[in-house]
């Protein structure tokens, strides 16, 4: 199998930034050469929605237009950890933020923005920003 464990979450002002991890590891999960990593978001009354995703080996990426200029994505091959840096962060970011994976072929930026693409899931991590 392959497990997700998030941590970084935490209570921030707005405007102030935050750092998300997610570390990757199955034995599942290293036979596979290529994928999304991707974080989803998920607000209280709200569906879970598409944040910002990474594919592996190549590293491309793709970013919801709510979060582009403020939120990067990145991986660390050699730790299997992919991170989330928030910056400028506002009240309506508040929610729990999942890591996502999806072992497989990786075709279009446009591709693998639902949960419902996603086999893997972390527990999430809470994110709240005050105003």
């Known amino acids: 199998q392959v497990q997700l464990v998030e941590s970084g979450g935490g209570l921030v002002q707005a405007g102030g930034s935050l750092r998300l991890s997610c570390a990757v590891s199955g034995r599942t999960f290293s036979r596979y050469v290529m994928g999304w990593l991707a974080w989803f978001r998920q607000a209280p009354g709200k569906e879970r929605e598409f944040v910002t995703k990474?594919?592996?080996?190549?590293?491309?990426?793709h970013y919801t237009n709510s979060v582009k200029g403020r939120f990067t994505i990145s991986r660390d091959n050699a730790k299997n950890t992919v991170y989330l840096q928030m910056n400028s962060l506002k009240p309506e970011d508040t929610a729990v933020y999942y890591c996502?994976?999806?072992?497989?072929?990786?075709?279009?930026?446009?591709?693998?923005?639902?949960?419902?693409?996603?086999?893997?899931w972390g527990q999430g991590t809470q994110v709240t920003v005050s105003s």
């Open positions: 996502a994976a999806r072992p497989g072929a990786v075709y279009s930026v446009y591709d693998a923005m639902t949960p419902a693409e996603y086999d893997y």
């Open positions: 990474i594919s592996w080996p190549g590293g491309r990426q």
